[in-house]
């Protein structure tokens, strides 16, 4: 069975439409992204060579409004891979019911092996190279896998240097500095743990009394392990792509991000055992959050899962098999369309703030990002109980729907 992405995300959609009960044709217009362009993005290297890299930019749907979604740096960024983030972007942002259509971006770059100064000249050249389908009303990027709020800034000064003024809503996830937002950079991890906790409530548990682990230390996995921990859960198993490490009675998260910010890893981390990643999915826990790459859970690393809860900070973590495996075995999984959905609804008050040039506070920002993520939520869970679906089923048959409605009231131009 193909395990990509690509495969994931259509064999997600194909389930929608048959709950939803859509025909082929509406079926084939959801499955098809609307605008895609590849570029060639020769670098300059620090030595004088010159490196040509490739770029993507997928435009899913742009029904729902303008193409959103990160920019990805990776040595094994695709075609089909950034196809598949785009489209899971689409139902994410219908889902969280932001104003937005779904796209992704990517360049095939090991950002570990270039320097700060070779990362920005990629970032604007590519960039450069998009610029005809980028902009605040057409696709606006963010961080993900392998960027940053640096580069976000580097994407909104090339922008706005083209077009001779600056566009602080062309980007989001940019630093505070040039009209970021507070808690952006925070607000994927936070969103987690508010659908984990929302989840657990429906079970009658809280955070306070559940053991877990989180797989993948990035921006993500780090901050949603601070949030499990200040809301008093055991943290006892983490991960990044060097090793992981364990302790029962829980890690000191906040020690640990020391260790982080000093050594670049959790590995070697005092006073803990060291685990592999596949330990970490696999470990005795309540909740796990799988918050590194796409398809870590499959078939058999699903069969080890102990956890009760699997609440899935990445995109994609879990191929279709393995969601069968974890739905038979009756393990509660909130999906990553609603529970990483987060970073993208602070994108959403980015942008806001930025059209409207007007900041607003800290608690402004969390409190409106809670009742977001706590509304759509009940939606999925109440859908879910409603038609007997998973939480997955319930959450893409909302999202898809939305999309598919918007195009339904909008008609086919001619
Ligand atoms: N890269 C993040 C995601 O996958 C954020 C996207 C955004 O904020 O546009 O959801």
Not at 308 to 324: C, F, I, L, S, Y
Request: with cysteine; aromatic share 6%.
């Amino acid at each position: 069975m193909d395990t990509s992405p690509l495969a994931t995300a259509l064999a997600q959609l194909a389930s929608a439409v048959e709950i939803l009960g859509f025909d082929s044709g509406v079926h084939d217009m959801l499955a098809t992204p609307r605008r895609e362009l590849r570029v060639a993005v020769p670098l300059r290297r620090d030595d004088g060579s010159i490196e040509v890299l490739h770029g993507y930019r997928v435009q899913h749907n742009i029904a729902r409004g303008p193409g959103k979604g990160g920019l990805r740096y990776s040595p094994d960024v695709d075609l089909d891979e950034v196809r598949a983030l785009a489209m899971w972007m689409t139902w994410k942002c219908a889902v969280v019911d932001v104003p937005y259509g779904g796209a992704k971006g990517g360049v095939t770059i090991d950002p570990h092996a270039h320097s700060v100064a070779e990362l920005e000249r990629t970032t604007r050249r590519f960039t450069s190279e998009i610029m005809p389908i980028i902009g605040p009303e057409r696709d606006i990027m963010a961080p993900d896998l392998g960027t940053s709020e640096q580069t976000m800034a580097w994407v909104m000064d090339t922008y706005s240097t083209s077009v001779g003024y600056t566009v602080p809503a062309v980007v989001t996830g940019k630093p505070l500095a040039v009209g970021g937002s507070w808690g952006r950079s925070t607000a994927t991890s936070r969103g987690v743990v508010d659908v984990a906790a929302a989840a657990l409530a429906d079970a009658g548990a809280s955070l306070s009394e559940v053991s877990a682990a989180v797989q993948g230390f990035g921006n993500v996995g780090s901050h949603a392990a601070v949030f499990l921990h200040a809301a008093g859960a055991r943290v006892t198993a983490v991960s990044d792509q060097y090793g992981g490490v364990a302790a029962p009675d829980g890690l000191d998260i906040p020690r640990l991000m020391e260790h982080v910010a000093a050594t670049g890893s959790v590995v070697g981390f005092e006073g803990a055992t060291a685990i592999t990643n596949a330990d970490v999915l696999a470990a005795d826990v309540d909740l796990l959050v799988p918050a590194a790459i796409e398809g870590v859970l499959d078939a058999q690393s699903a069969a080890q899962v102990k956890a009760r809860w699997v609440v899935e900070g990445a995109n994609g973590p879990t191929t279709t098999e393995g969601d069968r495996v974890l739905a038979e075995r009756g393990i509660q999984v909130v999906p990553d369309i609603l529970a990483n959905a987060g970073g993208v609804v602070v994108s959403y008050f980015e942008w806001v703030q930025a059209n409207q040039t007007y900041w607003w506070t800290e608690d402004e920002i969390a409190e409106r990002l809670a009742y977001r993520m706590r509304t759509a939520y009940d939606a999925v869970a109440s859908l879910a109980r409603a038609e007997g679906l998973t939480l997955r089923e319930a959450a893409l048959a909302i999202g898809v729907r939305r999309v598919a409605e918007a195009h339904k009231i909008r008609g086919l131009y001619p």
